[in-house]
């Protein structure tokens, strides 16, 4: 998966990751993520970040799952970084989901919750609010709306809504993107992302953001690029 952002004035940053999943039996699964973060500081030298992480779920029973997942600085030029997940998805119904989540960490921690929802058998929607806090106890909370629609047996678009309260930073972010399977085993997706913040440092300004990633998948396990 690649992807670039742009904040004018504020710094650039361009990310590239991997990822694989692998289910060795019905009611359990695992993944494997690498992560490389370029950013340059208007005006200063670029920092590269090296990340890797993993995640393991179970299926306690039909329709609930549980899972942890944890990932860490792999090759940083400062200090290190690791955080550590715990979540439940619970299935409630045909075409409704509740999932929680939990997250701690060397740069702050956060706790989520979300909704999943099947209007149609084409048509689907989800809600997220998450809060969090930084190393320096500043909190935030972001609510999330989307909703996916298949115009096709091989094509899908999305959009997403963000938005954010905090003691630092507050704005809106937009999302659109399209997902494209033209075969069961491949799959290839892309998006764009807007966003207006307001920051108690920088002031106002817009982030840009597009992203692509190809997927391929086998009979027990799934890449990503």
Known sequence: ?????????????????????????????????????????????????????IRAGFDLVAGLNVYAAGQTTLDTPGEDESLGTVGVRAQAGDRLAFRAEGSAGDAGHAVRGGVDIEASDSHSLYGTY??????????AGTVTFGQQRSLSDQLSLFTENRFLHGERQSGIGHVYGLNFTPTPRFSASATYERSDLEDGFTGTFERQAVSGALSARGRNARWRV
Request: glycine share 12%; net charge negative.
């Open 1 to 53: 998966r690649w992807a670039s952002a742009e904040r004018p004035g504020v710094a650039d940053s361009d990310r590239v990751s991997g990822q694989i999943d692998w289910r060795p039996h019905s009611r359990l699964q695992f993944g494997a993520e690498i992560r490389q973060i370029n950013t340059q500081p208007s005006g200063q030298v670029t920092t590269e970040v090296l990340s890797g992480g």
């Open 130 to 139: 998450t809060l969090s806090a930084d190393r320096a106890d500043e909190g």
